[in-house]
């Protein structure tokens, strides 16, 4: 008969597969029993974590005689965490790198891998586990033609990836240019030189790029894309309304669906030429189409809670607070699939509440739903 967790219901098991991994060490551990790290769900026990799948599948055959091999079930929040759980073991949910990594601090690119995935020697790293797009930035990119830097107007230049001939949208620059609409945070860390691990600067967000030439690892002319990025504040609450300290041009009075079209081309990197001051301009002036179709979007009504404005502005409009669904701050133009207009109090409950999470992931499900019905509305 073949065995699957279901057949896991010893808790002595699973500690004594516990005490192997122990023995053993981490490494040779997995090793020996064909599995892989975990890195969203882990066991936590006597202070130590563990890999929850390989103890799983191990301590079926503590139990049973036959250990299960790693492909012969699935691990994670339906599978694997019910069946310890159940037993009494603690499962943690890692945290979001932008919330785990400490701004300033210097890590091993080896560790970051075995926490979040990536490759170990690439420039541009994305995670399948976490929303997240991992950039590095270092002097030794200089003999490959990258020319990375900040600017007097605080925005920081980074070279895309690609050792010879153009440069294309595709890997990891496709990922930089559309973290935004794929909800992903953007990470920049500065690499130390060889041996010394990188430095983490924290969340940004590509505002616009442009065509560069340069050469290439072969000493050849070619033609580069240079990321235009702007640092933004992890764990920022906002308390202002949709609306910015930077003067735009008045707004006219345009349809939901106007609005909408207009906040989705201002949602992409754009392709520009301009100065850094102009960036910066034009990505808050692109913050407020998004801004503005969210605000319209939501009629007045908070779109978490369904509860009307708690009050209207003096300029007659409904007070309700952006609120950006995949992102640690709120600040920036993000995307119009992630960003609710949302009442003061569920803001809070987000950011601070027991269940802040929970109604976060709610949020963003009831904003795909509306998106979607906006879309066959104008299809």
């Known amino acids: 008969m073949q065995l699957t967790l279901k057949d896991l219901t010893s808790a002595d098991a699973v500690i004594k597969a516990i005490q192997e991994c122990d023995v053993l060490g981490r490494e040779q551990f997995l090793k020996k029993y064909g599995y892989k790290y975990s890195r969203l769900y882990l066991l936590h026990y006597n202070g130590k974590y563990y890999d929850s799948k390989a103890i799983a599948g191990v301590s079926v055959g503590k139990q049973h005689g036959i250990p299960l091999k790693s492909k012969e079930f699935s691990g994670g929040l339906t599978t694997v965490v019910p069946a310890l759980r159940k037993l009494g073991f603690n499962i943690t949910e890692p945290e979001h790198p932008a919330i785990a990594l400490a701004q ?82 953007l990470l920049l860390f500065k690499d130390l030189g060889k ?56 707004k006219t009075i345009r349809s939901l669906a106007d609005l909408r079209k207009a906040a989705y081309e201002a949602a992409k990197p754009e392709k520009t030429n301009k100065s850094s001051s102009e960036v910066k301009r034009s990505w808050y002036e692109r913050s407020e189409q998004v801004k503005e179709y969210v605000l319209a979007r939501s009629k007045g009504i908070c779109e978490a809670c369904d509860s009307p404005a708690p009050f209207m502005k003096k300029d007659g409009t409904p007070y309700l607070e952006p609120h950006h669904t995949t992102r640690l701050s709120d600040d920036g133009p993000d995307h119009p699939e992630w960003v609710a207009a949302i009442c ?15 109604w976060n992931a709610t949020l963003q499900k009831r904003l795909k739903a509306k998106e979607a019905a906006m879309r066959d509305v104008n299809n």
Not at 209 to 238: M, S, Y
Not at 344 to 357: L, Q, V, Y
Request: glycine share 14%.
């Open 344 to 358: 003061p109090t569920c803001h809070r409950r987000i950011h601070s509440g027991k269940d802040g999470e929970c």
């Open 195 to 250: 041996g010394r691990g990188v430095r983490y600067q924290g969340c940004f967000e590509c505002a616009s790029w442009e065509d560069a030439i340069d050469k290439d690892k072969n000493g050849d002319l070619r033609k580069t894309i240079v990321f235009h990025l702007l640092p933004l504040t992890p764990g920022v609450q906002a308390s202002e309304t949709f609306s910015h300290s930077i003067s735009i041009k008045q």
């Open 104 to 185: 300033g601090t210097t890590y091993m690119r080896k560790d970051l891998v075995e926490c979040y995935g990536g490759q170990l020697q690439a420039g541009i790293w994305t995670p399948k586990e976490f929303p997240a797009v991992f950039i590095f930035s270092g002097d030794s990119g200089k003999t490959y033609g990258y020319t990375d830097g900040w600017t007097d107007d605080g925005i920081f230049r980074y070279t895309g990836e690609g050792q010879v001939g153009d440069m294309t949208f595709t890997g990891g620059n496709r990922a930089i240019c559309n973290h935004k609409k794929d909800g992903k945070e």
